[in-house]
């Protein structure tokens, strides 16, 4: 990572760049990704090159308050690289020391806005004392909620780190043949790693499969479960010659959802079903199988509202028959 930025470059685009191949050994065995770090100081992109090659990127989109990073393009790169299939989005923001750390963190949330699936927000840690670091991390809590939390990461150098006081971090650079001891996600090992599809940039490895690196990034939370409450107000309109007619009160989920139908499902005195219908209004006629008549006894019938995701609860009411 650099501190300094340089004149705005030309819009990325989506293929045409020279496509070099990746040079020097990978450090490590085993399963790993490769990731390289992307700002303006690599403009001219090839998207589709690069993805090829990992499903792994991290992009910068702030230096401090107030320079938006000249490849951000509006979020532009970021959503090309989601539609492209990658898989591991990181976007940074690198903190200057005579900044506040939590006016910093604001203007990361006015520019990135919420976090989407397989990203993580980290800070680039570069300079200032530890305090600046957490004030931004703080600040961002505030901003995101504490659910946040785990997709907030800290990128700085190993030497730099450990006179701060700030490792371990998620994401730590040491350009060195060994890889450090200190606990990180994320290796950067080099500054000059020849990347198809981007030139000459910072590259880090992670040691594992890229679903392994994605599982560590944001998830699309899960839909919280609900369903249809219980229909109200069941109660018997009438008895006929060969069954009954129910009705209920109508019913809509938490979110004002309508149900498709309601269920209606009636069992004898031996726990048999003997008629099973959906109906679109608020009341049911009972009868026999076949539509034939109810013989006289007790019969339970269960109401329920179909459509949600779980349930279903249901009314329950129970009829006697005499003839």
Same mark, same amino acid.
């Given at each position: 990572?650099?501190?300094?930025?340089?004149?705005?470059?030309?819009?990325? #685009?989506?293929?045409?760049?020279?496509?070099?191949?990746?040079?020097?050994?990978?450090?490590?065995?085993?399963?790993?990704?490769?990731?390289?770090?992307?700002?303006?100081?690599?403009?001219?992109?090839?998207?589709?090159?690069?993805?090829?090659?990992?499903?792994?990127?991290?992009?910068?989109?702030?230096?401090?308050?107030?320079?938006?990073?000249?490849?951000?393009?509006?979020?532009?790169? #970021?959503?090309?690289?989601?539609?492209?299939?990658?898989?591991?989005?990181?976007?940074?923001?690198?903190?200057?020391?005579?900044?506040?750390?939590?006016?910093?963190?604001?203007?990361?949330?006015?520019?990135?806005?919420?976090?989407?699936?397989?990203?993580?927000?980290?800070?680039?840690?570069?300079?200032?004392? #530890?305090?600046?670091?957490?004030?931004?991390?703080?600040?961002?809590?505030?901003?995101?909620?504490?659910?946040?939390?785990?997709?907030?990461?800290?990128?700085?150098?190993?030497?730099?780190?450990?006179?701060?006081?700030?490792?371990?971090?998620?994401?730590?650079?040491?350009?060195?043949?060994?890889?450090?001891?200190?606990?990180?996600?994320?290796?950067?090992?080099?500054?000059?790693?020849?990347?198809?599809?981007?030139?000459?940039?910072?590259?880090?490895?992670?040691?594992?499969?890229?679903?392994?690196?994605?599982?560590?990034?944001?998830?699309?939370?899960?839909?919280?479960?609900?369903?249809?409450?219980?229909?109200?107000?069941? #109660?018997?309109?009438?008895?006929?010659?060969?069954?009954?007619?129910?009705?209920?009160?109508?019913?809509?989920?938490?979110?004002?959802?309508?149900?498709?139908?309601?269920?209606?499902?009636?069992?004898?005195?031996?726990?048999?079903?003997?008629?099973?219908?959906?109906?679109?209004?608020?009341?049911?006629?009972?009868?026999?199988?076949?539509?034939?008549?109810?013989?006289?006894?007790?019969?339970?019938?269960?109401?329920?509202?179909?459509?949600?995701?779980?349930?279903?609860?249901?009314?329950?009411?129970?009829?006697?028959?005499?003839?």
């Amino acid at each position: 990572m650099t501190a300094s930025a340089r004149g705005r470059p030309v819009m990325f #685009r989506a293929g045409g760049a020279r496509e070099d191949a990746a040079a020097g050994p990978v450090p490590g065995a085993g399963p790993s990704v490769l990731c390289a770090d992307i700002s303006e100081f690599q403009p001219d992109i090839a998207d589709a090159a690069y993805l090829a090659w990992s499903q792994a990127v991290v992009i910068r989109a702030l230096y401090g308050d107030a320079h938006d990073d000249g490849a951000w393009y509006g979020g532009a790169r #970021r959503a090309a690289l989601h539609a492209g299939g990658a898989k591991f989005v990181g976007i940074y923001q690198y903190l200057v020391a005579a900044q506040s750390g939590a006016a910093q963190a604001q203007a990361f949330r006015l520019l990135a806005g919420a976090i989407q699936p397989g990203e993580v927000f980290i800070a680039d840690f570069e300079e200032g004392s #530890r305090a600046l670091l957490t004030a931004w991390y703080n600040e961002m809590l505030t901003l995101y909620g504490p659910g946040i939390a785990p997709y907030l990461w800290a990128y700085t150098g190993l030497e730099f780190g450990q006179a701060q006081g700030a490792l371990p971090v998620q994401w730590l650079a040491d350009y060195t043949s060994a890889e450090p001891a200190s606990p990180h996600i994320l290796w950067q090992f080099t500054d000059a790693y020849q990347v198809p599809g981007v030139g000459m940039a910072d590259c880090s490895i992670f040691h594992g499969g890229i679903g392994d690196l994605a599982a560590l990034a944001y998830q699309k939370p899960e839909p919280e479960p609900w369903t249809f409450p219980i229909p109200g107000g069941l #109660r018997l309109v009438k008895q006929t010659g060969d069954g009954y007619m129910l009705a209920w009160s109508p019913v809509t989920g938490p979110a004002g959802q309508q149900p498709t139908g309601y269920s209606a499902c009636t069992y004898g005195a031996a726990g048999n079903v003997v008629n099973h219908q959906t109906v679109t209004g608020t009341s049911a006629s009972e009868y026999g199988p076949g539509g034939k008549g109810l013989p006289a006894g007790t019969y339970q019938t269960n109401i329920w509202a179909d459509g949600a995701p779980v349930g279903p609860p249901h009314a329950t009411i129970t009829v006697t028959l005499t003839r």
